[in-house]
């Protein structure tokens, strides 16, 4: 395959709107945001309830987890909840039984995505062994962007 060189004998530049992105990509390289996980997120996706704690709260809120690790949880919610605002997070017996867990945990985000929904997160207040790698199964979520 032969490439089409300009009169000096260098190859010919690219000119459609890619190859000049491509240029500038490779001139300007963008550095990677900083990884501020501290523990790998894996994908759990339960249905769970979060409950306020203060005295003025509102309602439970149902939640759908997205993921989890030791440290927190991702989650899909019908209801906004105050960021910064502590809550106790209601999991499902991961044996099956009848007794629920509870993890005291902190709103970190809560910010509403349309049609009623708001997706949020929470940071556990305590490390959560259970949502380790060898506990349930790897599979990576998808970085977010």
Do not use: W
């Not at 939640?63 to 809550?87: C, H, I, M, W, Y």
């Not at 049609?115 to 940071?123: A, D, K, P, R, Y």
């Amino acid at each position: 395959m032969s490439q089409n060189t300009e009169p000096t004998g260098q190859p010919q530049q690219d000119r459609t709107p890619a190859g000049e992105a491509a240029a500038l990509n490779q001139a300007f390289p963008t550095a990677k945001p900083a990884e501020r996980r501290q523990a790998p997120r894996l994908k759990y996706q339960v249905v769970a309830t979060l409950e306020p704690v203060s005295p003025d709260a509102a309602d439970d809120v149902q939640v759908v987890t997205r993921d989890a690790s030791q440290k927190g949880s991702g989650f899909v919610s019908n209801a906004p909840l105050p960021e910064g605002s502590r809550a106790v997070l209601h999991l499902p017996d991961p044996n099956g039984g009848d007794e629920a867990q509870r993890i005291e945990c902190r709103v970190r985000r809560s910010r509403e995505i349309g049609n009623g929904l708001f997706e949020g997160s929470v940071e556990f207040l305590g490390a959560q062994p259970q949502f380790s790698e060898t506990r349930i199964r790897p599979t990576p979520a998808r970085p977010q962007r």
